[in-house]
């Protein structure tokens, strides 16, 4: 399984970005997707996630309300629209899959992509 991330880049705070996942190998519309993100010397936080199976969404409490996530099962996508950006949501944030219905942490991810960097200037 492959997971590509698409669509960071630089933004002011306050702005939006879109950032898109794409998996191919093989379906995922029972796995979970998500987002983790992971500044340099930091450890990888969980940001969100949307279960395959009911479609139950869960988000860290620093992005609630700014964040959404969404899929596209039939396309295997998966997207996260971010909202109202800030200065420390500057991170690398990566594409993850986890063949789970709940919440789930890094150690039980299946599959990583190889991440995308958002960048918020104040």
């Known amino acids: 399984v492959q997971l590509v991330e698409s669509g960071g880049g630089l933004v002011q705070a306050g702005g939006s970005l879109r950032l898109s996942c794409a998996a191919s190998g093989r379906s995922l519309s029972t796995y979970g997707m998500g987002w983790f993100r992971q500044a340099a010397g930091q450890k990888r936080e969980f940001v969100t996630s949307?279960?395959?199976?009911?479609?139950?969404?869960f988000y860290a409490n620093s992005v609630k309300g700014r964040f959404t996530i969404s899929r596209d099962q039939a396309q295997n996508t998966m997207t996260l629209q971010m909202n109202s950006l800030k200065p420390e949501d500057t991170d690398i944030y990566y594409c993850?899959?986890?063949?789970?219905?709940?919440?789930?942490?890094?150690?039980?991810?299946?599959?990583w992509g190889k991440g995308t960097l958002v960048t918020v200037s104040s």
């Open positions: 993850a899959a986890a063949p789970f219905a709940r919440e789930w942490g890094v150690r039980e991810v299946s599959y």
């Open positions: 949307m279960s395959g199976t009911d479609s139950k969404t």
